[in-house]
């Protein structure tokens, strides 16, 4: 398939009274057309800022991308014109944010906030933007579509906030799709709901798809590729069949081993990883980040960073200890 997306190098660091705080630490990875790409890891792993770094959308201050290129259809979006960046933003590239209730305007209709795109990008007067938004709620299963564009977020349910929100971030038929944890605080029915009408809409529309997530769930259901991200770089990633079957990073071993299994007897129990995520403030640039946490950690791991390499065709860990965790790995399947 046909790169999409790459990025490569990506620094995005953070400063506060004196402090730095990298949340994205020399970060690649690629997205190919049409391909879902699930990042996965605990909050503050820098899942959500390296998807804002794509956009441009990191706050100044505090925040600020130092390095690294961007390339979005061969071009880097970190050296486009302010202009042009807008241009991209909801036309090529889509974002469904967390908490659809805070990301939508309170004093706006929904139908006006659909067809703001519509009319920046895609150049549609009033009338026929206001009928394509009807019609974006009916494809996300919104009911009565005429009489909810009229409606405010608040008169939505959580669920139906979210619907709107892919009605929005699908309104200009993007070639990537940005989401960020999008289904945050819905019900377990109302999840799948949105989930597979996110596939739904990819698969019409050949959309490539960034999906943030903790649940290891819809990462086996939906992705293609799988990024485990940790301390602002990613050290963990292959296909769904790779990270479930034959993980090797401790890191991913730590996650997987955390999901309740019915198939197992009680005495398993609930596995944790111990301690507590990083202060991305305090990380050495010169050591690997889960090394305090880690129980399989030497002492290189405090004095140098592993670098990603591939272990087998298409599978890459960034571990000095990867071989050591067979054993574990092989009591997980």
Same mark, same amino acid.
């Given at each position: /398939?046909?790169?999409?997306l790459e990025v490569r190098h990506l620094?995005?660091?953070?400063?506060?009274?004196?402090?730095?705080?990298?949340?994205?630490? =020399?970060?690649?990875?690629?997205?190919?057309?049409?391909?879902?790409?699930?990042?996965?890891?605990?909050?503050?792993?820098?899942?959500?800022?390296?998807?804002?770094?794509?956009?441009r959308l990191i706050p100044f201050p505090?925040?600020?991308? /130092?390095?690294?290129?961007?390339?979005?259809?061969?071009?880097? &979006?970190?050296? !486009?014109?302010?202009?042009?960046?807008?241009?991209?933003?909801?036309?090529?590239?889509?974002?469904?944010?967390?908490?659809?209730?805070?990301?939508?305007?309170?004093? /706006?209709?929904?139908?006006?906030?659909?067809?703001?795109?519509?009319?920046?990008?895609?150049?549609?007067?009033?009338?026929?933007?206001?009928?394509?938004?009807?019609?974006?709620? +009916?494809?996300? =299963?919104?009911?009565?579509?005429?009489?909810?564009?009229?409606?405010?977020?608040?008169?939505?349910?959580?669920?139906?906030?979210?619907?709107? /929100?892919?009605?929005?971030?699908?309104?200009?038929?993007?070639?990537?799709?940005?989401?960020?944890?999008?289904?945050?605080?819905? =019900?377990?029915?109302?999840?799948?709901?949105?989930?597979?009408? !996110?596939?739904?809409?990819?698969?019409?529309?050949?959309?490539? &798809?960034?999906?943030?997530?903790?649940?290891?769930?819809?990462?086996?259901?939906?992705?293609?590729?799988?990024?485990?991200?940790?301390?602002?770089?990613?050290?963990?990633?292959?296909?769904?069949?790779?990270?479930?079957?034959?993980p090797h990073h401790p890191y991913t071993?730590?996650?997987?081993?955390?999901?309740? +299994?019915?198939?197992?007897?009680? =005495?398993?129990?609930?596995?944790?990883?111990?301690?507590?995520?990083?202060?991305?403030?305090?990380?050495?640039?010169?050591?690997?980040?889960?090394?305090?946490?880690?129980?399989?950690?030497?002492?290189?791991?405090?004095?140098?960073?592993?670098?990603?390499?591939?272990? +087998?065709?298409?599978?890459?860990?960034?571990?000095?200890?990867?071989?050591?965790?067979?054993?574990?790995?092989?009591?997980?399947?």
């Amino acid at each position: /398939m046909e790169e999409l997306l790459e990025v490569r190098h990506l620094k995005t660091y953070f400063y506060n009274n004196g402090a730095e705080l990298r949340a994205a630490d =020399d970060l690649s990875y690629t997205v190919k057309k049409g391909e879902c790409v699930a990042i996965i890891g605990e909050s503050g792993s820098g899942k959500s800022v390296s998807a804002l770094s794509i956009l441009r959308l990191i706050p100044f201050p505090p925040g600020l991308i /130092m390095g690294g290129e961007i390339l979005f259809q061969g071009k880097d &979006l970190l050296k !486009l014109s302010d202009k042009e960046i807008q241009g991209i933003r909801g036309s090529k590239i889509g974002m469904i944010f967390q908490e659809p209730g805070t990301a939508l305007n309170p004093v /706006m209709t929904i139908g006006a906030q659909i067809m703001e795109p519509l009319i920046i990008h895609k150049n549609l007067g009033k009338k026929e933007a206001w009928a394509e938004a009807v019609e974006l709620l +009916r494809r996300v =299963d919104i009911p009565n579509p005429e009489e909810r564009v009229r409606q405010y977020p608040h008169q939505f349910s959580g669920g139906m906030q979210q619907r709107a /929100m892919i009605a929005m971030a699908m309104s200009c038929n993007p070639e990537l799709l940005i989401a960020d944890e999008p289904t945050t605080a819905l =019900d377990v029915t109302v999840q799948a709901q949105v989930l597979e009408q !996110l596939n739904r809409l990819r698969a019409e529309s050949d959309t490539a &798809l960034i999906i943030i997530t903790h649940n290891l769930g819809i990462v086996a259901r939906y992705a293609d590729s799988v990024k485990i991200m940790y301390g602002g770089k990613i050290v963990e990633s292959g296909s769904p069949v790779d990270i479930f079957e034959n993980p090797h990073h401790p890191y991913t071993l730590g996650l997987i081993r955390a999901v309740p +299994r019915l198939d197992l007897s009680k =005495d398993y129990g609930l596995h944790t990883i111990e301690g507590e995520p990083p202060d991305m403030s305090k990380i050495s640039p010169d050591s690997c980040a889960f090394a305090k946490r880690c129980t399989y950690a030497i002492e290189r791991c405090q004095n140098e960073r592993p670098p990603l390499e591939e272990t +087998r065709p298409g599978h890459f860990c960034a571990c000095f200890q990867k071989n050591e965790t067979k054993a574990e790995r092989e009591a997980l399947v």
